[in-house]
């Protein structure tokens, strides 16, 4: 499907709904707002209907609430395929003993099948962009592509047996080179260097993994931090991973953190002065007994936290709101403070701070210039029964702590609508779960 296929009868447009949430640093409410929409799917007003500049020719009214799309900072999705295998064990042994002997079996097909149905289980969620590392990224692209969703995708780096670490960042730099770092309708797919964590790569590949991302201005994706004993040499030799990312020079460019569980006051430091973001995977931290991350802490020092789900094997779904909810829930937890993070924080993490941590000022909040990633979620059921004319906060405890993904309704990327009355628009639902049963079937054989 070419760009002017997906652009052919996009027109200016104003959507407008009860209640409107900018997602500003605020985490404003705005009642009877609208949202403005120019021919290239930029927003170009945000506010009141009051306010607001002639109405364009198109104007759709919704009921409900309209927000941005929710930005997934950390997944895996195409192990859709994978999912539930070997779900009751630990990190280390979940890595070593199950998905990546099975992983071994998966061919570029493969990936691209379990990538449509990820990207479709998050459209229904009302997640709009999503954080990938996983193998076959070209294949990921398409599928993103076909699916109308946004990603920032990553070939990951390793040293295994077999494998050329040398080569995957030779690939990553040949493409980045080929296609820019944004490309497709709405700049749908970004690029991005994915080393998958300092205990699966020598320094050098980190070295020279971060002089490749900085000559292109690139984010780099790792994990860091996840399970207690996964990186004992690392801390043993350098102090800790932080460090390590320092001394490579990885914290002087685009970095995303993922998991960051086991960190000290001084990684924490350093985080927040080099301004690293983090993907907080509550979810599959706590399925895999990895821990629990010092939200509370990275907040307070400034650090950029984004949720992410991680992968459909490790969770074992794609629902962001989830995520919302146990972040806000294990910070009071661990804090044994109940005002630790209230509902308007944990929605700004999944939608602002997730751009903030990807470094992107163009997702993840509904402001004139970011791309028109918008989510309408209906009121009309259980959650909302007490009416949309209560206190704000009450409001937004309903949409957090009682709707979640189970009113997303319709959702649009780049002014182009994706999913509508909770289906996708661009690509068969059946169809996708039939490619993803019969990958399975030949990887469980």
């Known amino acids: 499907m070419g760009v002017a296929q997906w652009f052919d009868g996009l ?57 941005p799309g929710l ?19 630990p990190l280390l042994r979940w890595l070593n003993e199950i998905i990546w002997p099975a992983e071994a079996k998966l061919r570029a097909e493969d990936v691209r099948a379990g990538m449509v149905l990820g990207s479709l289980e998050m459209l229904g969620h009302g997640v709009t962009t999503s954080a990938e590392m996983y193998f076959h990224p070209e294949e990921m692209a398409d599928a993103v592509l076909a699916t109308g969703a946004r990603a920032v995708l990553g070939g990951p780096i390793i040293d295994l047996p077999g494998i050329d670490w040398h080569a995957m960042i030779r690939a990553a730099e040949r493409w980045i080179d080929a296609d820019g770092l944004r490309f497709g309708p709405g700049e749908r797919i970004e690029l991005s260097f994915a080393p998958h964590s300092a205990y699966m790569l020598p320094p050098e590949a980190l070295r020279l993994t971060a002089e490749a991302a900085a000559a292109r201005g690139a984010l780099v994706q790792i994990h860091v931090a996840e399970a207690a004993n996964e990186d004992e040499q690392q801390r043993a030799e350098h102090g800790s991973v932080p460090r390590l990312l320092k001394e490579t020079g990885l914290l002087d460019g685009r970095l995303l953190a993922a998991h960051a569980i086991h960190l000290s006051d001084e990684d924490v430091k350093l985080f927040a002065e080099h301004g690293t973001g983090v993907a907080h995977c509550p979810g599959s931290n706590g399925k895999l ?69 990807l470094g992107r000022d163009d997702i993840g909040a509904l402001e004139p210039g970011r791309w028109a990633d918008l989510v309408h979620v209906e009121t009309d059921g259980f959650a909302f029964a ?53 990958s399975a079937a030949r990887i469980r054989g």
């Open 11 to 67: 027109m200016p447009s104003r959507y407008t709904a009860p209640v409107v949430l900018p997602c500003d640093p605020a985490c404003s409410v705005v009642h009877d707002g609208a949202v403005d929409v120019d021919d290239s799917g930029r927003i170009t007003y945000c506010g009141p209907v009051s306010a607001a500049p002639a109405a364009p020719v198109a104007v759709t009214a919704l009921s409900g609430i309209l927000l």
């Open 71 to 89: 930005v997934n900072t950390h997944a895996h999705s195409p192990m859709t395929l994978l999912r539930g295998m070997g779900g009751d064990l």
């Open 289 to 357: 007994a990895s821990g629990i991350a010092r939200l509370a802490d990275l907040r307070a020092a400034t650090v950029p936290v984004g949720l992410g789900t991680d992968g459909p094997a490790s969770n074992d779904d794609l629902d962001l709101w989830e995520e919302i909810q146990l972040a806000a829930m294990l910070a009071r937890l661990s804090t044994q403070d109940s005002a630790a993070l209230d509902a308007a924080s944990a929605l700004l993490m999944a939608t602002r701070g997730g751009a903030d941590a």
């Open 386 to 438: 007490t009416g949309l004319d209560v206190p704000d906060p009450q409001l937004l405890s309903n949409l957090v702590w009682a709707a979640g993904s189970h009113r997303v309704r319709d959702v649009w990327v780049a002014g182009e609508q994706v999913l509508a009355d909770g289906e996708p628009t661009r690509y068969d639902r059946d169809k996708a779960y039939a490619e993803v049963r019969e």
